[in-house]
C-alpha cells in the first residue's frame, strides 16, 4: 500500500511536471501562431496591393499595345500620303514641262498665228456684211409679200365669198387657194365664167410686178377618176393646173415666162377625204406668186456681198 502510494505520488509529480513544461510550451507556439496570422495577413495585404498593381500593369499593357497599333496604322496613313504627294510632285513637273513646251511653241507660232486672227477676222467681217444683206433683203421681202398680200385680198374682197377664196403669206411667198367649185366645171378641168372674173383680178397683180413668178397648182380628192379625158386624178390635177395658166396667159395677156403649171394630185391634202367637207376642202388650185429663183440664187450667192 505504501509502495502504491509512492508510485502515485511519483506518477502525480511526473505529470506536474510534465503539465508545467505543456503549457509554457503552448503559450509559445500561440505566441509565434499569432505572429505568424499577423505575417499572413499583412502578406495578404501585400498581395491584394501587388494584384492591384498588376491588373493595372496589364490595363497599361493593353492601352500601350492599342496606342502602339494606331501608331502603326498613323504611319502607314502618313507613309501613302508622302508616296501620294510624291506621285503629284512628280505629276506637276511633268505638266509644268509640257507646258514650258507649249509655250515655246506659241512662241514660235506667234506671228504666224497673229496673221492667221486677221486673215479671221477680215473673212468674219466679210460674212457679216453679207449677212445683213441677206436679212436686209428678207426684211424687203417680206415687206413686199405683205404689201402684195394686202393688194391681193383688196381686189379680190368685192363680190366673192371669203370660203372660196383664202389669201396668206407663207415665209418667202404669197398664195391664193381658190375653191374647186368655183374655178371649174364638175368633173373637169374648164374654166367657168366666175373663174374668169376672180383670175382677171389676179393678172392685174401679177402684170403689176415683173419681178414675180408665178406657180399654179391643182389638187384633188381621193376619189379615182377615169374616163375619156382623164386617167387619173393626177391627170386631172394637171389639166386644171395646165387651164388656169392657160386662161392667165390668154385671157388675162399674162406674159407665159413667169408662168408655171403643175399637178400635186390627191396628195399634200388639206383635210380628210373620209368627209364630203373634207374632200371640197382639196380639191382646190393653189396660187403661188414668188420671187425669181434666178434672183433668188442671185442673193445666195456669196460674191454678190459687198466687199
Given at each position: 500500500m505504501k509502495i502504491t502510494i509512492q508510485l502515485f505520488l511519483?506518477?502525480?509529480?511526473g505529470l506536474m511536471m510534465t503539465s508545467c513544461v505543456s503549457k509554457k510550451k503552448f503559450i509559445s507556439l500561440q505566441t509565434e501562431l499569432d505572429a505568424a496570422n499577423k505575417d499572413l495577413g499583412k502578406c495578404g495585404e501585400d498581395l491584394n496591393i501587388y494584384m492591384s498593381r498588376l491588373s493595372a500593369c496589364e490595363q497599361d499593357k493593353i492601352r500601350l499595345q492599342s496606342e502602339l497599333k494606331n501608331s502603326q496604322n498613323a504611319l502607314e496613313l502618313r507613309q501613302e500620303q508622302m508616296q501620294d504627294l510624291r506621285d503629284q510632285l512628280?505629276?506637276?513637273?511633268a505638266q509644268r514641262d509640257k507646258q514650258l513646251s507649249?509655250?515655246?511653241?506659241?512662241?514660235?507660232?506667234?506671228?504666224?498665228?497673229?496673221?492667221?486672227?486677221?486673215e479671221t477676222l477680215s473673212q468674219l467681217q466679210t460674212k457679216d456684211k453679207y449677212i445683213q444683206m441677206l436679212q436686209a433683203a428678207k426684211n424687203r421681202?417680206?415687206?413686199?409679200?405683205?404689201?402684195?398680200a394686202v393688194n391681193l385680198k383688196g381686189v379680190l374682197k368685192d363680190g366673192i365669198e371669203d370660203e372660196d377664196v383664202e389669201v396668206k403669206v407663207d415665209k418667202t411667198v404669197v398664195f391664193v387657194n381658190l375653191s374647186d367649185k368655183m374655178l371649174y366645171e364638175s368633173g373637169s378641168a374648164k374654166i367657168t365664167s366666175r373663174a374668169n372674173e376672180v383670175l382677171g383680178k389676179i393678172a392685174q397683180i401679177i402684170k403689176s410686178r415683173p419681178e414675180l413668178e408665178v406657180m399654179v397648182e391643182g389638187y384633188t380628192d381621193n376619189v379615182p377618176i377615169k374616163n375619156s379625158c382623164m386617167e387619173?386624178?393626177?391627170?386631172?390635177?394637171?389639166?386644171?393646173?395646165?387651164?388656169?395658166?392657160?386662161a392667165l396667159q390668154k385671157t388675162h395677156n399674162v406674159d407665159p415666162n413667169k408662168?408655171?403649171?403643175?399637178?400635186?394630185?390627191?396628195?399634200?391634202a388639206l383635210a380628210s377625204n373620209d368627209t364630203a367637207d373634207g374632200r371640197a376642202t382639196n380639191r382646190r388650185t393653189r396660187i403661188i406668186i414668188m420671187p425669181k429663183l434666178d434672183q433668188f440664187y442671185d442673193l445666195l450667192n456669196p460674191n454678190n456681198a459687198p466687199k
Open positions: 511519483v506518477l502525480f509529480a512628280a505629276d506637276a513637273k507649249t509655250v515655246g511653241d506659241l512662241t514660235t507660232l506667234s506671228q504666224s498665228a497673229s496673221e492667221n486672227i486677221k421681202a417680206d415687206s413686199i409679200n405683205l404689201a402684195l387619173d386624178n393626177w391627170d386631172l390635177s394637171v389639166k386644171r393646173a395646165t387651164s388656169v395658166v392657160r408662168l408655171i403649171a403643175a399637178g400635186r394630185g390627191q396628195y399634200n
